[in-house]
């Protein structure tokens, strides 16, 4: 047989080696050869980093335009943070009302946090969350960002020692109330469906548990 020949031959065969071991890779470990370590795998990662990333910017953002303004600057506009004479007439008040300030602003941003990490999404309702957010305070009540907006309130009311600031703290979780049973939960229901129902069964919409329930 003439050496080129001889060549060619070897070099088809060569092709269909690699040809059964691409299909072998490709047909019977679809999962290892795509989804393992390939480039399915690659843009996927970025795809979630690239979505984590704009929920962080957009919560960041909607921090400043919703729980700043209603827990800040309207409370500011009402106190000028001038202290007045404490209520019962005891100093011991105002440690209460800092306490109810602290803790709600930590809640604040962990429930924030979660939305954007765990969540894929940001608490604005034009920008909802990929997924149901559980974790966290959100073990402990349905509601952990708002029931933390009205403790920022009421615990500047009574650090500051305003009934006016009472007055406008109970308005803003009347308004937060009939949000949540007008428009949130339905949406949430049709958004999340049977995972939400079981949600709602087991963690209370305003009053926090004392106790974590699995959900």
């Known amino acids: 047989m003439p050496r080129s020949s001889r060549y060619a031959d070897a070099r088809c065969a060569g092709q269909r080696a690699w040809s059964r ?3 072998k890779a490709v047909a019977i470990q679809p999962l290892n050869a795509l989804t ?27 921090f400043l335009v919703a729980p700043a303004m209603l827990a800040g600057v309207i409370p500011w506009s009402i106190t ?31 429930s924030f946090a979660r939305f954007a990490l765990q969540g894929l999404g940001t608490p604005a309702p034009i920008a909802p969350p990929r997924n149901l957010v559980v974790s966290g305070l959100y073990r402990y009540v349905r509601n952990p960002i708002y029931v933390a907006v009205v403790a920022v309130i009421l615990g500047q ?3 500051f020692a305003d009934r006016h600031l009472l007055g406008y703290g109970a308005l803003i ?4 109330h009939i949000f949540v049973i007008a428009y949130e939960e339905p949406t ?23 106790t974590q329930r699995a959900v």
């Open 80 to 110: 000028h943070w001038e202290f007045r004479p404490p209520f019962l007439e005891a100093e011991a008040t105002r440690l209460a009302g800092l306490a109810f300030i602290i803790a709600g602003v930590s809640g604040l941003l962990d």
């Open 157 to 159: 009311a009574v650090l």
């Open 21 to 23: 071991r691409f299909l």
């Open 188 to 210: 949430l229901r049709q958004s999340f469906g049977a995972e939400y129902e079981s949600y709602c069964a087991n963690v209370p919409r305003w009053l926090p548990r004392l």
């Open 173 to 176: 979780w009347l308004f937060f």
């Open 36 to 62: 393992g370590h390939g480039c399915i795998n690659i843009a996927a990662g970025r795809e979630d980093a690239l979505s984590k990333i704009t929920a962080i910017l957009g919560s960041a953002l909607f």
